[in-house]
């Protein structure tokens, strides 16, 4: 049982301080398993020290085991929905590549910017797979794949240039597509830019909603991907030293739940 308020913490029974935004996430999504809670606890602090914190859009922790828990927003507390094969488990949610998708109910435009945005994903097992994200004909894309059908790690963000291509042969891990300047999105890798794409925007902000799990299309899901994910999220644009520093928080946190790769 929680009691208390001070200075932005809410304190547990034990003494140990919670912070304000992870308790209101643990409440909505009716976390009860304490390693839970303060895996949760210590991803916010984290991400607040980065001075990320304030440039998450949406962040789904895909924790707490069922699909209830998992289809909520660590920032906002809005919650997504879920569609189609999924299998929900303490390390997060697999999709069955075929029907499943997550509709986050999130619409990139007016939320981030033409220039600033990065959405990402963190993966748990191995597969070739389709699409994450949004296009909205003549109106932006936002898409990522970690491991394409040709064994490549593909980000494209409000353009219509074909994405820069490295080679990927392991879908494991913190995937992140990030725009920071008209003219350039890179591809970071746990952590480390493994690619970088010279496409200048063209086509504006996706007024369409993000999945997870296929991408959207004008709101119909497409391209399925046969992934376990166990964070996603979409911001504004990150430094190069934001992104570094997400692994970080990120790799703790599913350390820390025992689900780490």
Partial sequence: MYYGY????????????????????I??????????????????????DASIWTKMKRIY??????????KYDLVTRAAGTFYGGWTHSANGSLANGTTG?????????????????????????NAQGGWNGVETFGGGYLLLSPRRTDDTFKSLINS??????????????????NRTTSSTVKGWKNGVNVSTNAGSTTNGVPTHKIFFGAYSSQNTPTAY??????????????TDQNNADLYTAVQAFQTTLSRNV
């Avoid at 991907?225 to 990150?238: Q, R, T």
């Fill in 61 to 70: 922790p895909m924790v707490g085991g069922t699909a209830d828990k998992h």
């Fill in 225 to 238: 991907c046969p992934w376990e994910y166990a964070f996603c999220f979409v911001a504004d644009g990150l």
């Fill in 6 to 25: 001070s200075y932005g913490l809410n304190y547990k029974s034990s003494g140990v301080a919670f912070d304000v935004d992870a308790q209101a996430f």
């Fill in 27 to 48: 409440t909505a999504a009716s976390i009860t398993d304490l390693t839970q809670q303060e895996a949760v606890n210590q991803l916010v602090l984290d991400l607040k």
């Fill in 101 to 125: 998708y997550f509709d986050t109910d999130f619409v990139p435009n007016g939320s981030i910017s033409l220039n600033s945005g990065s959405f990402g994903l963190y993966v748990r097992n």
């Fill in 160 to 177: 219509l240039y074909t994405p820069a291509d490295v080679a990927s042969t392991d879908s494991r891990g913190l995937f992140v597509a």
